[in-house]
């Protein structure tokens, strides 16, 4: 069983840093892209970027392209969002999902194919 658990939220100031983890379980994590999404208050969930399942190549949404860096731990079974100069619309509960497929259209079908762990709230705030 697929289980995925993101962790590392806080509060941050803006432009500052913050590095959150994915840590999986119950699968082949190196099977698997990574993907990282985020939902803000009062809007829909959104794709942020995505890992392939080496860890080669990366995606990133244009919100955060230049300042989100994603990476894979295939050894340790977790995923990375390295978060750095941070604006508060970056404030949101953020998850990260496991596909089977190297999908970087964020909204396709396989994201939501396996099943999604409780997210981790960053707060942008000064």
């Known amino acids: 069983e697929v289980q995925l658990q993101a962790s590392g939220g806080g509060l941050v100031q803006p432009g500052g840093s913050l590095r959150l983890s994915c840590i999986a379980s119950?699968?082949?994590?190196?099977?698997?892209?990574i993907g990282w999404f985020r939902q803000a208050p009062g809007k829909e969930r959104e794709g942020v970027g995505c890992?392939?399942?080496?860890?080669?190549?990366?995606y990133y949404e244009h919100s955060v392209r230049d300042r989100f860096t994603i990476s894979k731990d295939n050894a340790h079974n977790t995923a990375f969002l390295q978060m750095d100069n941070v604006n508060p619309d970056d404030t949101a509960v953020y998850y990260c999902a496991a596909n089977p497929f190297f999908e970087v259209s964020l909204g396709h079908q396989s994201w939501t194919s396996e099943p999604w762990g409780p997210g981790t709230l960053v707060t942008v705030s000064s």
């Open positions: 119950g699968f082949n994590f190196e099977d698997y892209a």
């Open positions: 890992i392939s399942k080496s860890g080669s190549i990366t």
